[in-house]
């Protein structure tokens, strides 16, 4: 079994919604272990993956504004979430507002700063989406690494965020200095700090690789049954050169484009087996067994780093899975609480897979729960 352990100390209990997306009202309880919510499509399931993650790290996996998952016709939404952690419990309550940020309460006290929701509970989230970060560009590799590191390290995301902020002022003062050359030596105050941040983002991530890399070889030779070991590498956009270094040989053509061309946010991973990447000459089925097992291997990374295991949320995974992947995932998660989207569930009555409860969800509406 790839994870171990008696069990899990990390458990949603329940979900409530208000006026969140296609959901009136909705109230849910969870089973501490498989949780499958099945139903046509466009009925509202993957809102309420969303709704659990969004509870839980601030964000909408798919990078939503707030006010884009108010229901329409309505200026605010509520979500409440209650977990159960080491034996204590957690409400965890959210407000979206239409033209303001969000307002966060835990145990009903308002939180000033989302981070004071760190650590509290841990979600991992596998989309259909992610069987393609392998073959897609490296902007969803970089999002794959941000979204994880901002749940597992506090000051990462402190960073990534200042981080961030300088490079939208650096990218608005290259076009700024076109017009007014007198802006050109502000240049070098936003140079230090884009350094400053870069260069933490730059090891954080690097080690975050190593972790991985320790742990995706042996999952993705079983994955593959034995025929394929895989490593994965960090490419820095500056090569060999720092971060500094690199700014400075870069700057006229920065100054001429108008955008930074290096750092972090132009950093990528690479995928070899052997001598090949997969991003660019791997066959597809290569590309998504890898991406399989930087999922798998995400899971297993996060339950080393904070001794306790994740919460798991499927969307529609299992569909575009063979009947060999799909035997693997299953039979790697059976000790996690797993929350799961579908349109049947033909593929676990199959697998004989133990479901605790089902919930089916029509318009918005719980329909059936058993």
């Known amino acids: 079994m790839l994870f ?3 069990g899990t100390d990390m458990v949603i209990r329940s979900l409530r919604l208000k006026n969140y997306r296609n959901y009136d009202l909705l109230d849910m309880s969870f089973d501490p272990k ?4 099945y139903g046509d499509n466009a009925q509202g399931k993957t809102n309420i993956l969303e709704a659990l993650y969004l509870s839980g790290t601030t964000k909408s996996h798919r990078g939503t504004k707030d006010r ?6 309505h200026d605010e939404a509520h979500l409440e979430m209650v977990v159960e952690k080491k034996g204590l419990t957690f409400q965890i309550d959210m407000h979206l507002k239409k033209n303001s940020p969000k307002g966060i309460a835990i145990d009903r006290i308002p939180i000033r700063k989302a981070s004071e929701l760190f650590g509290i509970v841990h979600f991992v989230f596998f989309s259909p989406e992610d069987l393609n970060i392998i073959k897609e560009g490296p902007a969803g590799r970089r999002r794959f690494i941000d979204l994880e590191l901002s749940q597992l390290d506090k000051i990462y995301l402190s960073n990534l965020t200042n981080y961030n902020r300088i490079i939208n002022q650096r990218n608005s003062l290259l076009k700024d200095i076109y017009g007014q050359q007198n802006l050109l030596e502000t ?3 936003w140079d230090m700090q884009l350094v400053e941040y870069g260069t ?3 090891e954080r991530r690097k080690q975050f690789v190593e972790q991985v890399n320790e742990i995706i070889s042996e999952i993705h030779y079983r994955l593959t049954g034995g025929r394929e070991r895989i490593t994965l590498s960090y490419e820095s956009s500056t090569g060999n050169l720092s971060l500094e270094q690199a700014l400075k040989k870069n700057r006229e053509r920065d100054l001429r484009m108008k955008s930074t061309s290096v750092g972090p946010h132009r950093d990528d991973l690479c995928f070899m087996s052997g001598n090949l990447d997969i991003r660019k000459f791997g066959s597809q089925g290569q590309q998504r067994t890898t991406a399989l097992s930087l999922k798998l291997s995400e899971i297993e990374l996060v339950r080393q780093v904070i001794r306790d295991t994740p919460i798991l949320l499927l969307d529609d995974v299992l569909s575009e899975l063979d009947k060999n992947r799909q035997n693997y995932l299953l039979d790697s998660i059976h000790d996690i609480q797993t929350v799961i989207t579908c349109t049947g569930l033909d593929e676990f009555v199959n697998h004989r897979f133990s479901i605790n409860k089902v919930f089916h969800i029509q318009n918005g509406t719980i329909a059936k729960e058993n």
């Open 34 to 37: 498989t949780n499958i919510l």
């Open 4 to 6: 171990s352990g008696s």
């Open 68 to 73: 884009d998952m108010i229901q329409f016709g």
């Open 187 to 189: 240049l070098d105050i």
């Open 200 to 202: 933490k983002v730059l």
